[in-house]
């Protein structure tokens, strides 16, 4: 393995949550297509115990990133990292030290997912001399991904730091997919799995959101077939697929009452003209959720692990859900958000049942609707302590 940035896990000085990146070179992916060079992005927290039996790996949802909590680097190191490791986590309250994912116990470990944007090999990363000698990006050379290709690409670097086994595979949305293939593909390396508002295999439903905001972003005439780096990126299309997203994300009941029809301050809804007239709250609440994932996305990444999380079906070739499910033997947690609209909590029912073992579905209550699994994490941290991080 090669490391570039930060230092390597095996330091004495703790260093937690700042950037590093593996190489795990070659990759054969499901569909049979060799993807050379690969590089996944992590950080860690807390400290490999020597028989490595504290391992925790939290997987992150379709456009998360490595720091899932704050971190702290070595003394001396360069201010930028100083400043990134010490910036809140998009799971902060859930994993650190003294939480239920404390990392004065566990090592916690979170990869960057394959075809993302933020340190792994994805579509603008450049491709390696053997496919394009300029060392331009992947762009639309770029191979599908699925969840198992992902997960293959995790256990190269689980590998790489000597983690034979986690104690703890953990993930929401499509974080939670990754688990479940986790707990599926390598059930010998997989002690407890948490499936947070997740489900065994895309439906059907989710499927329909996927292609409408790959068609958003296609259809930006700055997208030009994927190869836009030499340009201007496909902004306006990968805004409108994040509101597409963003309403899958939210109850109706929330939006109705944080926003109702009201319009935003100093905005007239009412005028001659509907192209000309102001926003109600909610249209400037969507521009605003468009405009801040344009500005820390890439359009072609955000079609990878889009296409990624279609294809997410961990019975794939293993028979039914029972059969494919039959395998695990690890503890489990499911739980499901009340309010999600996008993945059910009757999917997350059909995963219980089709466990092996007695598996209960928990319920996180919330008003938020799916995105509840990254704002109920108090709820969360209790379930999993009474669960799978329990003393025995
Ligand atoms: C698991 C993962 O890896 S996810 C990785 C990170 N993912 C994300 O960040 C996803 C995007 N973020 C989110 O969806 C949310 O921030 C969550 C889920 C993390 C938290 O949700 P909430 O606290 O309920 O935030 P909410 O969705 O209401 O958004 C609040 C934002 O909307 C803005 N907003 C609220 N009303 C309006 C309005 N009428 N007009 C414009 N903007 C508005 C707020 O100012 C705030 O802006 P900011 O985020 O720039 O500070
Ligand atoms: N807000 C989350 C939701 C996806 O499940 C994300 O963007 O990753």
Redesign the pocket.
């Known amino acids: 393995m090669t490391v570039v940035g930060g230092t390597d896990a095996g330091t004495t000085v703790r260093e937690d949550g700042v950037p590093r990146v593996a190489g795990i070179g070659e990759l054969e992916l499901e569909s049979g297509f060799r993807l050379p060079g690969v590089r996944i992005a992590y950080e860690t927290w807390g400290t490999l115990a020597p028989d490595g039996s504290n391992a925790v790996l939290v997987e992150?949802?379709?456009?998360?990133?490595t720091h899932?909590a704050t971190g702290r680097a070595r003394p001396g190191a360069p201010e930028a990292e100083r400043r990134a490791a010490q910036s809140g986590g998009?799971?902060e309250g859930l994993v650190g030290p003294g939480a239920a994912i404390d990392t004065d116990r566990w090592f916690v470990v979170c990869t960057n997912i394959l075809g993302g944007c933020y340190g792994s090999t994805g579509p603008a990363t450049p491709a390696p001399p053997e496919v394009d000698p300029q060392g331009r990006p992947w762009g639309s050379r770029f191979p599908l991904v699925t969840v198992r290709d992902c997960v293959h690409a995790e256990a190269a670097l689980a590998d790489a730091l000597g983690i034979d086994a986690w104690r703890l595979v953990i993930?929401?949305?499509?974080?939670g997919a990754r688990a479940l293939e986790w707990a599926v593909t390598y059930p010998d390396r997989v002690r407890a799995c948490a499936v947070v508002a997740a489900c065994a295999q895309s439906s059907a439903e989710q499927l329909a959101w996927g292609q409408a905001q790959k068609l958003a972003i296609r259809q930006d005439p700055h997208f030009r077939g994927g190869d836009y780096y030499d340009g201007p990126p496909p902004v306006t299309g990968l805004g409108l697929a994040r509101r597409i997203a963003?309403i899958t994300?939210?109850s109706a009941d929330e939006l109705h009452h944080?926003?109702g029809r009201s319009p935003?301050?100093d905005e007239q809804v009412i005028d001659t003209h509907a192209d000309g007239r102001g926003?109600y709250?909610?249209?400037?609440?969507l521009?605003?959720?468009a405009s801040?994932?344009a500005g820390r996305f890439d359009a072609n990444s955000y079609l990878a692990v889009n296409e990624t999380l279609m294809s997410h079906d961990v019975a794939r070739g293993r028979g039914t859900l029972e059969e494919a499910l039959s395998v695990t033997s690890c503890e489990w947690l499911v739980a499901a958000v009340d309010s999600d609209r996008l993945y059910l909590p009757h999917e997350s029912d059909v995963l219980a049942a089709a466990l092996p073992g007695d598996v209960r579905r928990h319920t996180l209550t919330s008003p938020?609707g799916h995105?509840g699994?990254?704002?109920e994490t108090p709820q969360l941290g209790k379930l999993l302590v009474e669960t799978v991080l329990r003393e025995h």
């Open positions: 992150h949802a379709l456009t998360g990133d899932v998009w799971w993930g929401g949305s499509m974080g963003h994300y939210r944080r926003f935003q301050a926003r709250q909610v249209e400037s609440y521009d605003h959720q801040k994932l938020s995105d699994f990254l704002i």
